[in-house]
């Protein structure tokens, strides 16, 4: 069964940190790149990050970039996404999602590509 597995959102303020974690299981790491998306109350979803975890490249929107940055343990199967610099815009339910992706290039998958997603966790930045 596949499962991915989000954790570490809480209320943080303004200028404060956080690290999300996601728990992969049930497919081949290697071959699937790892997506986080985040979406604010009233719009819509957007990427925030991916990561290939065949070769490590990463890409970030340039809402993030500077203060956000992702990365993976692959002896845990784990994805995470350090936050730095935190905005209230910065404020959504996070997702992680996994999408086949054997050879790269995460960034040219849509959301909608994706095959698999956690249940979300909730980050508050207060000002």
């Known amino acids: 069964e596949v499962q991915l597995v989000e954790s570490g959102g809480d209320l943080v303020q303004a200028g404060g940190s ?4 996601c728990a992969a ?3 081949t790491f ?3 790149a790892i997506g986080w998306f985040r979406q604010a109350p009233g719009k819509e979803r957007e990427e925030v990050s991916c990561i290939n975890t065949s070769d ?3 890409t970030l929107v340039d809402s993030v ?10 002896a845990k199967n784990t994805v995470y996404l350090q936050m730095n610099s ?3 815009e910065d404020t959504a339910v996070y997702y992680c999602a ?7 290039d995460c960034h ?14 909730q980050v508050t930045v207060s000002s």
């Open 65 to 74: 970039k500077g203060r956000f940055t992702i990365s993976s343990d692959k």
């Open 18 to 21: 956080l690290r999300l974690s």
């Open 86 to 88: 935190l905005k209230p």
């Open 98 to 104: 996994a999408v086949f992706a054997p050879y790269g």
């Open 108 to 121: 040219t998958y849509a959301d909608h590509l994706y095959d698999y997603w956690g249940q979300g966790t």
């Open 56 to 58: 490590g490249s990463t």
């Open 25 to 27: 299981s049930g497919f």
């Open 30 to 32: 290697d071959d699937y």
